[in-house]
Each structure stands twice: as C-alpha cells, then as structure tokens.
C-alpha cells in the first residue's frame, strides 16, 4: 500500500478527484521545493545602475524568486527574467544566477540614496 499526501482545492474531493490541476499539493506530483532562503539589503547610491549579489552556495545554477522591498513601498516581485517594474524611483531590471551567486540589477532614478530588503527563494530543481 503506497501513502500520499494530498490537499484539494475548495469544493474538490481529495478522495475522488484524479485531475491534478485540482490539488493544492499532491506528493505523486513534482513541486517546488524551497531548499534556501536568504534575507539581505542593498544600499542603493542615487541616480545608479548597479548589479549586487549573494552567495547561494549550491553547486548548480538555482532557480531563484526574490521579493524587493524599500521600506516605504510596497513589494515588488521578479523571477529570473527581465521585469521592469517601476516602484519609487527604482526598479529590479533583471534577476540571474550562476553556480556561485544570485545577481540582482536595480536601477535608482532617484537623487538620493535607498535601501532595498530583499527575500530570495531558492529552488531545489536545478534549471
């Protein structure tokens, strides 16, 4: 007899449903799976368009969800691809990694300095 692990979606049975876009999760199924996180923050210089970076320490190239945030905003999000997104003079042009490290580009348009808090999610897939 073999053990799963399931939860549906409202108003889907667990026990009868076999359609697998009905389940939050179903352990038959590949997710997922947050392996790391880091928490950091970059001091951002006025009017500056710069690469900063983290260390993942895994051996393969992650694939990587990062939340950005300047204290007085709201967070803005990116996955590993170009977003320009434009938030309080800022924005978060483009998220990549490497065996070695997560890079975040951030542009500040601003006259003046900002620090952004940043949360990465790191996958256990290697892309």
Do not use: W
Request: include cysteine; proline fraction near 4%; aromatic fraction near 18%.
């Amino acid at each position: 007899m073999t053990i799963i692990l399931a939860a549906s979606k409202q108003n889907k049975n667990v026990l009868t449903t076999t359609n697998p876009n009905d389940f939050i999760f179903h352990s038959n199924y590949n997710t997922f799976k947050i392996i790391s996180t880091i928490s950091t923050s970059f001091n951002i210089p006025a009017n500056s368009d710069n690469v900063y970076s983290v260390q993942h320490s895994l051996n393969y190239s992650p694939l990587v969800y990062v939340f950005l945030k300047r204290q007085s905003s709201d967070l803005i999000y990116s996955l590993g691809t170009f977003t320009y997104t434009f938030i309080d003079g800022y924005y978060p042009s483009r998220v990549y990694t490497d065996n070695t490290y997560i890079y975040v580009k951030i542009n500040n348009l601003n006259s003046y300095s900002i620090t952004i808090y940043c949360k990465f999610f790191i996958f256990e897939t290697p892309v």
